[in-house]
Structures are given as structure tokens and as C-alpha cells.
């Protein structure tokens, strides 16, 4: 016997060799494409992909953006020469239409795909399928219990199985009865699937979010305008001061409408301690029409209350004053006369201007400086705004000649002024000192260069404007993502069953049980509320019975519950 298993034993050697010699099966093109498919429409994958996409778009907030702002990105490019180009390679300026971030929405998309249709289709056929079979030992399932219909009753097996059958029903089971005629007859119950249900519709619903995004990505557009008191935005490409198109727009997707702004009010805090002077209220009076035939319309715009004009959303950003002014060139013409938007940079509304004056003759004009609508000067001469109401309105601005450099086709910012090839004319540190301007003052430019003036002030507003043909849906299939996993965190999938028979001496015995699919805390619960539907419907006791109380049972009976008189258990035998 020894010798015989000294021969069956292999030395390490001999099992190495085995091992090498072992050839793997191979995959093949089918079964890599196979197992790429499987492991891309796993649900870790998805969430894995999810989580991917928001760690991608990180970027798009670190970095400047080409399609809201391509001058900042030129001038981000040349301020970092070292790694501004390398951004731009990496696509970092254009992340959310990069091939990196597209990929990894696409790689998104089709594994919410591959996840949801073959668990739709395996749902579906669960929906139409019976309940499992009756266990053949109920005792054995996490909740358990029996009952016992008196003789008296004179409630028979099969009609107890059927009124039990009856009461699951009403309680949103789906149930099958089995052997009702039979000697041992059973259903079995189920209900719950609506939490899978809940599981598509939410992932059904991630999807159409998906979706709805990328319509409005490739179909939809932005834009900002600045309104001055009195002027009217016509909503076509060369009415808006900034615009970012889908990629797929198309300038007929434009509707014809129009928006004058009549009147804008501030209301401003003059009551609360250390508040004083702080906006409140912001009220744009405006006239609509949604085409050029249209009857006009009065509306009101305000904060976070937009207006919507031909599928487009209309939101008030921003405010501020308009100081109006004339100039008149070298030759006495006027080379420009209207509104000039001041930016905001301090409180009190202290704002810069700049002022561009091309048409100028014989040379270019160029003004910056600061308004103030309240304006005070401290001791040291500095000036400053005491307030944001147009209590003491000044502009005060240097002046400059020379090649402004808007015919040389770079872009510009209309709220920067670059001096260093200008000449000046007007400043604090010249003889001829700044210039200082309250409404209705004109002041002679030196060298016979023209003159200005400080006509009044108008406020004016800052609008954006969006339209996006996936916002609905993407709203809606928000929703319905939260409905579902609703349906999937509160409904718990439960199966019951219940088994009947008669006794010698003419009882009715009923046992049942109950299985949850995955953790349910409630149960325990649900099989106390079950047991309170069967007592009732009996008139029996409610409570459970005491388990040393054992319940006779005929000879051969194998149900838990249906014991000896002895207490013994009964035999058991197959089923």
C-alpha cells in the first residue's frame, strides 16, 4: 500500500512541468470582444465612468475656457509661455468638447446602456413568471409562524389556503395557489418588484439626462448683452455683445423678438445699521414682442425671476451707471456722443470708464479714468463715493492721442485701454492736470485736440441669455432618476408562502413563512401584519403560539408545525 502511494505522489518538479505544459485556452477576437462587452456594462464600470466625467470637468474650472472668453485664453497662453501651450495640446482649454472628455461620456452612455437592457429584459420575464415553488420546510426561512383553525370552524384546507390566498392578493402580492385540491395545499406569494422598477427608471432616467445634455450641448447657445436705459436688443448674432454657439447651431434657430429696457430702479438699504447703502431690489422695467409683428408687451425683469422670449431664458446678472457724453474731435465734429458703460470696482458704485474714439480727426482719441456717483475728496485729495445714489455724479478721466490699434484686427477688451502707444494729453502728473467733469460741464482738450462732455447718466443692465432644448428633459428626467431610486431605497422585494392541512380530529392546521431578497429590516414586521390578516379572517388569536405547546399531527405529515404527540418529529420524506 505504501509503495502504491509513494507512486501516486509527484515530486514539485514533475508538477511544475504539468503546470508549464498546461496550455490556457485562448480567447479569440469573439470572446475578447466578449468579455470587453461584459466587463464595459458592469454596473462598477458605470459608476466607475461617473465618477470619471466629474473628476474630468474639474478642469473646465481651473482653466480659462475657449468658448466663453477666447481672448482670456490668448492671453492666458501668452502670460504662461512655459506650459500654456502644453494646456492647449492637452485640450484643456476646450474640456467639454475635448475627444478625452467626449470619450468618456460616450464610454458612460453605452454602459448605462449595456447595464439597463438586459436587466429590463430579465425584469420583464420576472414579471411574467410564477412565484418559486413552496419550500418543503418553511421553518427553516428567517420568518415563521403557525396557526390552528378549530375543528368547529369547519374551515377546510383548501378553502383556508384560498381565503389566505384571497388576503395576500389585497395586500399587493402576487400570488399562485398549488394543490388546492390536494391534501397538502400551498401558495406561494410575491411582491416587491417594483423596486426594480425603481433600479430602471433611475438608471433609465441617468440616460436621458445624458441625453438631454447633449442636446443642449449641440443644440442650444448663450449669450450676454449690456442694455442701456432706452436701448432694444434684437435677438440676432450682431445684437449680442458675447455669444458661445452650440455645436451643431444654426443662426436660423434664432427667434426674431426684441427687448427695450424702459427703466431700471435700485432700492437701496438706508435703514439697517452698517448696511447702509446696499442694494436691495433690482427692478428692470421692459417692453417685448416675440417677433416684429407681435403686439409689445410689458414685463418686469428682476433677480432670479427671468423673462422667456422664443424658447430662450433671459436672466438680469448685473447693473450700473452710463455716464453720457459728447466728443468733439480736432475739427469741431462730433466724433462720438451716447452712453459709455462704466465696470463696477468698488463699493458705492465706484466705477472705471473707457472711452474709445476712433472716428477722432486728425488724430484718434482715448479717455480712462473713474466715475463716482456720490463723489467726495478727503483731505489728501483723493476722491472717492460716499454713496450708490446719484447724489453728486463725477467723471473723472485722462485723455490721449494716437493709434488706438483697432484697425489692426486683435481683438480688444472694450474695458482696457492701452496706453503705452498713446500720447497724453490729460492726467495728475501733466500741467494741464485731469480732467474733472460734473453733468453739463465741458472741458477743451489741450493742443487743440477737440473737447468733452458729461451729458448726464443712465443705468444700465446686464443680461444673459440662454437656450437650451435639453433643459426641460433634463429636468424631467432628473425627477424621475429621484422617483426611482425612491422606489428602489424604500420598497423591499418579499416572497411568502403558506401551507394548509387537516387533521385527524378535524383541525385546520396553517403554517407560513417569509423570505426577503436581501436585507429588509421590516420583515419581521410584515410577517406579524400577515399573521394579523390570517387570525383575524379566522377569528383565531393574533399571537404567536407558544413553541413547547407541540401540535399532534398525522402519521407521515412532514410540515413543520404538524409533530407528534410525543413531540417528536415526524418522519420526513421526499417530495
Same mark, same amino acid.
Given at each position: ?18 503546470? #508549464? ?21 458592469s454596473?462598477r464600470t ?11 470637468a474639474?478642469? /473646465?474650472?481651473?482653466?480659462?475656457? *475657449? ?31 475635448s ?23 430579465a ?9 418559486p *415553488?413552496t419550500?418543503?420546510?418553511?421553518s ?9 383553525i378549530?375543528?368547529?370552524?369547519e374551515?377546510?384546507?383548501s378553502? #383556508?389556503?384560498t ?14 395557489v398549488?394543490?388546492?385540491?390536494g ?12 423596486k426594480?422598477? /425603481?433600479?430602471?427608471?433611475f438608471?433609465t ?19 450676454? *448683452?449690456?442694455?442701456v ?10 445684437g ?13 434657430q434664432?427667434?426674431p ?16 445699521k ?11 422695467? &421692459?417692453t ?15 433677480v ?22 459728447t466728443v468733439?474731435?480736432? %475739427?469741431?465734429n462730433? #466724433?462720438?456722443?451716447g ?22 480727426a ?6 480712462? /479714468?473713474f466715475?463716482?456717483?456720490? #463723489? ?5 485729495g483723493v ?6 445714489d ?13 493709434d ?26 501733466? %500741467? ?10 465741458? &472741458?477743451?482738450l ?13 443705468r ?16 424631467i428626467?432628473?425627477?424621475?432618476a429621484?422617483g ?28 407560513? /413563512?417569509?423570505l426577503?431578497r436581501?436585507?429588509?429590516? *421590516? ?12 387570525a ?40
Open positions: 500500500m505504501s509503495e502504491r502511494v509513494k507512486q501516486t505522489k509527484k515530486s514539485p518538479d514533475s508538477l511544475a512541468d504539468a503546470k #508549464a505544459e498546461a496550455a490556457l485556452p485562448a480567447l479569440g477576437v469573439k470572446g475578447t470582444l466578449r468579455w470587453a462587452w461584459t466587463q464595459l456594462t454596473m458605470a459608476l466607475f465612468l461617473l465618477l470619471l466625467l466629474a473628476v474630468a474639474v478642469p /473646465g474650472s481651473l482653466f480659462p475656457q *475657449r468658448p466663453a472668453n477666447p481672448s482670456i485664453v490668448t492671453q492666458y497662453i501668452k502670460d504662461n509661455p512655459g506650459y500654456g501651450k502644453l494646456l492647449d495640446t492637452l485640450q484643456l482649454y476646450d474640456v467639454y468638447s475627444a478625452w472628455f467626449s470619450a468618456i461620456y460616450l464610454l458612460l452612455f453605452v454602459s448605462l446602456i449595456g447595464c439597463v437592457v438586459p436587466r429590463a429584459i425584469h420583464y420575464k420576472a414579471l411574467r413568471s410564477q412565484p *415553488r419550500p418543503k420546510r418553511l427553516r426561512l428567517p420568518e415563521y409562524g403557525t396557526l390552528v378549530p375543528a368547529d370552524a374551515i377546510p384546507a378553502d #383556508a389556503i381565503r389566505a390566498a384571497g388576503l395576500l392578493r389585497k395586500r399587493g402580492y402576487r400570488v399562485e398549488r394543490d388546492v385540491d391534501e397538502r395545499p400551498s401558495l406561494g406569494a410575491e411582491r416587491g418588484l417594483t426594480e422598477v /425603481g433600479n430602471l427608471i438608471h432616467s441617468l440616460i436621458g439626462v445624458l441625453v438631454s445634455v447633449a442636446l443642449g450641448g449641440l443644440f442650444g447657445y448663450s449669450g450676454q *448683452r449690456i442694455l436705459e432706452g436701448d432694444t436688443f434684437v435677438n440676432t448674432l450682431v449680442y455683445d458675447q455669444f458661445t454657439p452650440g455645436t451643431n447651431f444654426a443662426s436660423s434664432l427667434q423678438y426684441s427687448v427695450q429696457l424702459n427703466k431700471f430702479d435700485i432700492t437701496f438699504d438706508r435703514e439697517s452698517g448696511k447702509e447703502g446696499q442694494p436691495i431690489d433690482f427692478s428692470a422695467a &421692459v417685448t414682442k416675440e417677433n416684429p409683428d407681435a403686439p409689445a408687451k410689458e414685463e418686469v425683469l428682476k432670479n425671476d427671468p423673462i422667456t422670449l422664443g424658447g430662450t431664458s433671459i436672466y438680469l446678472t448685473g447693473n450700473g451707471y452710463a455716464p453720457m457724453v468733439r474731435d480736432g %475739427d469741431g462730433i #466724433a462720438m456722443q452712453p459709455v458703460v462704466a465696470k463696477l470696482q468698488g463699493d458705492n458704485y465706484y466705477s472705471s470708464v473707457v472711452i474709445k474714439v476712433p472716428d477722432a486728425p488724430d484718434q482719441l482715448g479717455f480712462n /479714468g466715475f463716482l456717483p456720490t #463723489a467726495f475728496i478727503t483731505p489728501e476722491s472717492f463715493s460716499a454713496d450708490p446719484l447724489y453728486n455724479p463725477q467723471l473723472n478721466l485722462n485723455s490721449y492721442y494716437g488706438l490699434g483697432l484697425n489692426d484686427g486683435a481683438p480688444q477688451n472694450v474695458f482696457e485701454l492701452d496706453v503705452k502707444d498713446l500720447t497724453p494729453l490729460n492726467s495728475r502728473t501733466l %500741467d494741464s492736470g485731469g480732467i474733472v467733469l460734473t453733468p453739463g460741464a465741458t &472741458v477743451t489741450p493742443e487743440g485736440k477737440g473737447s468733452i462732455s458729461f451729458d448726464g447718466v443712465k444700465y443692465i446686464g443680461v444673459d441669455i440662454h437656450h437650451n432644448p435639453g433643459q426641460l428633459y433634463a429636468l428626467f432628473a425627477l424621475l429621484v426611482g431610486l425612491i422606489l428602489s431605497l424604500y420598497i423591499n422585494r418579499r416572497r411568502a408562502w403558506i401551507r394548509t392541512g387537516t387533521h385527524d380530529d378535524g383541525r385546520t392546521m396553517v403554517e407560513y /413563512g417569509l426577503a436581501g436585507e429588509d429590516h *421590516r420583515l419581521a414586521a410584515e410577517a406579524a401584519a400577515i399573521r394579523s390578516l390570517l383575524t379572517e379566522w377569528d383565531l388569536d393574533a399571537e404567536p403560539t407558544d413553541p413547547s405547546q407541540q401540535i399532534p399531527s398525522r402519521k407521515g405529515d412532514n410540515g413543520p408545525g404538524f409533530h407528534s404527540p410525543a413531540g417528536t418529529p415526524a418522519p420526513e420524506k421526499d417530495q
